[in-house]
């Protein structure tokens, strides 16, 4: 009787890092195990030097990502009793765009001493959003161009991008940007710590440094109208080949071996975004079907045979989810982090008090009290911006805005209206896919939030009004990493040909579903209209009032800053 074979599928989030060991046979998850990043997002202040920070950055120190891989591998492999002659593969996912500036060799310029007290050396996380002037620049100069690359990202950029981090460097610290080798995805970064191999997965390169199958990277004479210094960058600093997803790109080396208890030789697959891997783990791999991937932010994803012109979208990329389709994207840049900050800043003592004494965690607290409330009875509307837009004004200059608090609001109904504005931002997006020709018939929820709050579930199939369908596995990142590390082995070692064997055997939905509520849906189609209002007087630059009280913001920010990079 021959053994059961297992992938492992890595997924570095946004403030942590998650292993998981997966059954091939059926996508069981047999061990999983996570590791917090020690250093978080910084946003403050460098880590020992105490360097303040201006307003937008979020950064990342990379010894958090080695850490988590020497930790929740051997952990997984210690809970599970797997012998590691039984795991064909591993598969890496991570949060894009997040860039690691490194030398020829891969050392992170802030690991050295030279270097390690300057901000523009350290990671870069996806959600650093202090270069918008650069993207807006880029946004810009593609236009007046006439290039056509931007056709595939709605028409827009944002700071969220892979080449405006790179042109901040440029533009705050052109010594650093002289100093580096190499501007990397982070997934790409840990894929070569494990593999001792260089590669740049499609997935990062199409949906976040305008990449296309068809044409490659902007031309050399686009980068030097951005900036001279940046003629060569494609050539100088990047890999300019672009590995597909699902491919084995290099095999465990004996350095990564003793850092994480795997086989010398066990085959690494391509590095991806991680809310891509999501996708063929929700079990969608063919047209017709949204996934959300609910987490720190909101990702909205759906493939396509056809290529369609949708207003900010995040992309638009050929083989770019699953081999054979288009994938599009579009998202939201506040989720989890919206629900989190409130939570942080805005809860009285007497809640805290009252989730101790029940035993609960203040969110099932807060959800509990929400769900006693009718749609509609906090009299409150909010826009979704807390980090700004992603989709679809594709703008992070914006900034949140609630409606009528008065002297009686509680944080409950603070609570359930930003629940609820999360799913108008989503409605948002989905009109704008229809709108252009995309049909969506059905919406499958993934990440962490659908299992954690069925309230802001049954709000989003109320305000959608489509069932929602949510995906069996918790940690559908992971588990699509594993997915896809199962193709990049093969069949030949007891892998699978494509990612469609692979989601036909290893991805699973939930029994419960959330259908819409016909009396909620008409109130929330009220409140809906006027959300629109808002969300078009402000976004659609009607009043600015927004950018102008940023602007005022980070001029008192750069005052108070006077080191210089």
Same mark, same amino acid.
């Given at each position: 009787?021959?053994?059961k074979?297992?992938?492992?599928?890595?997924?570095?989030?946004?403030?942590?890092?998650?292993?998981?060991?997966?059954?091939?046979?059926?996508?069981?998850?047999?061990a999983s195990?996570?590791?917090?990043?020690?250093?978080?997002v910084?946003?403050?202040?460098?880590?020992?030097?105490?360097?303040?920070?201006?307003p937008?950055?979020?950064?990342?120190?990379?010894?958090?990502?080695l850490?988590?891989?020497?930790?929740?591998?051997?952990k997984?492999?210690?809970?599970?009793?797997?012998?590691?002659?039984?795991?064909?593969?591993?598969?890496?996912? &991570?949060?894009?765009?997040?860039?690691?500036?490194?030398?020829?060799?891969?050392?992170?310029?802030?690991?050295?001493?030279e270097?390690?007290?300057?901000?523009? %050396?350290w990671?870069k996380?996806?959600?650093?959003h202090?270069?918008?002037?650069?993207?807006?620049?880029?946004?810009?100069?593609? &236009?007046? @161009?006439?290039?056509?690359?931007?056709?595939?990202?709605g028409?827009?950029?944002?700071?969220?991008?892979?080449?405006?981090?790179?042109?901040?460097?440029?533009?705050?610290?052109?010594?650093?940007?002289?100093?580096?080798?190499?501007?990397?995805?982070?997934?790409d970064?840990?894929?070569?710590?494990?593999?001792?191999?260089?590669?740049?997965?499609?997935?990062a390169?199409?949906?976040?440094?305008l990449?296309?199958?068809?044409?490659?990277?902007p031309?050399?004479?686009? &980068?030097?109208?951005?900036?001279?210094?940046?003629?060569?960058i494609?050539?100088?600093?990047?890999?300019?080949?672009v590995?597909p997803?699902? =491919?084995?790109?290099g095999?465990?080396?004996?350095?990564?071996?003793?850092?994480?208890?795997?086989n010398?030789?066990?085959a690494?697959?391509?590095?991806?975004?991680?809310?891509?891997?999501?996708?063929?783990?929700?079990?969608?791999?063919?047209?017709?079907k949204?996934?959300i991937?609910?987490?720190?932010?909101?990702?909205?994803?759906?493939?396509?045979?056809?290529?369609?012109r949708?207003?900010?979208?995040?992309?638009?990329?050929?083989?770019g989810?699953?081999?054979?389709?288009?994938?599009? #994207?579009a998202?939201?840049?506040?989720?989890?982090d919206h629900?989190?900050?409130?939570?942080?800043?805005?809860?009285?003592s007497?809640?805290?008090?009252?989730?101790?004494?029940?035993?609960l965690?203040?969110?099932?607290?807060?959800? #509990?009290?929400?769900?006693?409330?009718?749609?509609?009875?906090?009299?409150?509307?909010?826009?979704?911006?807390?980090?700004?837009n992603?989709?679809?004004?594709?703008?992070?200059?914006?900034?949140?805005?609630?409606?009528?608090l008065?002297?009686?609001?509680?944080?409950?109904?603070?609570? @359930?209206?930003l629940?609820?504005?999360?799913?108008f931002?989503? @409605?948002k997006?989905?009109?704008?896919?229809?709108?252009s020709?995309v049909?969506?018939?059905?919406? /499958? %929820?993934?990440?962490?939030?659908?299992?954690?709050?069925?309230?802001?579930?049954?709000?989003?199939?109320?305000?959608?009004n489509m #069932? /929602?369908?949510?995906?069996?596995? #918790?940690?559908?990142?992971?588990?699509?990493?594993?997915?896809?590390? %199962?193709?990049?082995?093969g069949?030949?070692?007891?892998?699978?040909?494509?990612?469609?064997?692979a989601?036909?055997?290893?991805?699973?939905?939930?029994?419960?579903?959330?259908?819409?509520?016909?009396p909620?849906?008409?109130?929330?189609?009220?409140?809906?209209?006027?959300?629109?209002?808002?969300?078009?007087? &402000?976004g659609?630059?009607?009043n600015?009032?927004?950018?102008?009280?940023?602007?005022?913001?980070?001029?008192?920010?750069?005052?108070? =800053?006077?080191?210089?990079?």
């Amino acid at each position: 009787m021959s053994r059961k074979k297992y992938t492992v599928g890595l997924d570095f989030g946004t403030k942590s890092a998650r292993a998981v060991l997966v059954d091939l046979a059926n996508g069981k998850v047999r061990a999983s195990s996570v590791y917090k990043f020690k250093h978080g997002v910084i946003t403050e202040k460098l880590p020992q030097s105490g360097v303040p920070l201006n307003p937008d950055w979020a950064l990342q120190d990379p010894n958090d990502y080695l850490v988590a891989l020497k930790r929740i591998v051997k952990k997984i492999l210690r809970d599970s009793g797997v012998n590691p002659t039984q795991i064909i593969a591993v598969g890496v996912d &991570f949060t894009s765009s997040t860039i690691v500036p490194a030398l020829n060799d891969g050392t992170p310029l802030c690991t050295l001493d030279e270097y390690k007290n300057n901000p523009h %050396a350290w990671v870069k996380l996806w959600k650093h959003h202090a270069a918008q002037k650069e993207a807006t620049q880029i946004i810009e100069t593609a &236009f007046s @161009r006439f290039e056509n690359f931007l056709d595939h990202y709605g028409g827009k950029i944002n700071a969220e991008w892979f080449f405006p981090k790179i042109l901040q460097v440029l533009n705050e610290s052109t010594h650093l940007y002289h100093t580096v080798d190499r501007f990397i995805e982070a997934g790409d970064w840990v894929v070569w710590k494990l593999t001792g191999k260089e590669t740049r997965n499609l997935t990062a390169a199409g949906y976040k440094a305008l990449w296309s199958k068809n044409e490659g990277y902007p031309s050399d004479d686009f &980068f030097k109208a951005l900036n001279p210094s940046l003629e060569k960058i494609v050539q100088e600093k990047m890999l300019q080949e672009v590995t597909p997803i699902g =491919q084995k790109v290099g095999e465990i080396t004996e350095q990564a071996a003793r850092w994480t208890g795997l086989n010398p030789g066990t085959a690494v697959a391509t590095a991806m975004v991680n809310a891509h891997a999501a996708m063929p783990a929700s079990t969608v791999v063919s047209p017709g079907k949204m996934v959300i991937i609910m987490d720190t932010s909101n990702v909205h994803l759906i493939l396509s045979k056809k290529e369609y012109r949708i207003p900010g979208i995040c992309g638009m990329v050929e083989d770019g989810i699953v081999p054979g389709y288009y994938g599009f #994207e579009a998202g939201q840049a506040c989720m989890g982090d919206h629900f989190a900050w409130f939570i942080k800043n805005c809860i009285p003592s007497s809640y805290e008090k009252e989730a101790r004494k029940r035993g609960l965690d203040i969110y099932k607290l807060l959800e #509990e009290k929400a769900a006693k409330l009718q749609p509609g009875e906090t009299g409150m509307v909010a826009l979704d911006w807390w980090n700004g837009n992603r989709s679809i004004l594709v703008d992070g200059d914006l900034s949140g805005m609630m409606l009528g608090l008065n002297l009686a609001t509680k944080p409950e109904e603070i609570f @359930r209206t930003l629940l609820e504005a999360t799913a108008f931002g989503t @409605r948002k997006i989905i009109e704008a896919f229809i709108a252009s020709g995309v049909p969506i018939n059905e919406i /499958i %929820a993934t990440g962490s939030m659908p299992h954690q709050n069925q309230l802001l579930m049954q709000i989003f199939a109320n305000v959608t009004n489509m #069932e /929602i369908k949510v995906a069996d596995c #918790e940690y559908t990142s992971a588990l699509g990493s594993a997915m896809y590390a %199962a193709v990049a082995a093969g069949k030949q070692l007891g892998g699978y040909a494509n990612i469609q064997e692979a989601a036909q055997a290893m991805a699973h939905l939930k029994e419960k579903s959330y259908l819409p509520e016909t009396p909620a849906k008409k109130v929330y189609d009220r409140i809906y209209t006027e959300y629109t209002l808002l969300h078009d007087y &402000f976004g659609y630059a009607h009043n600015d009032v927004m950018k102008r009280l940023k602007s005022i913001r980070t001029d008192i920010f750069a005052k108070r =800053q006077s080191q210089r990079y």
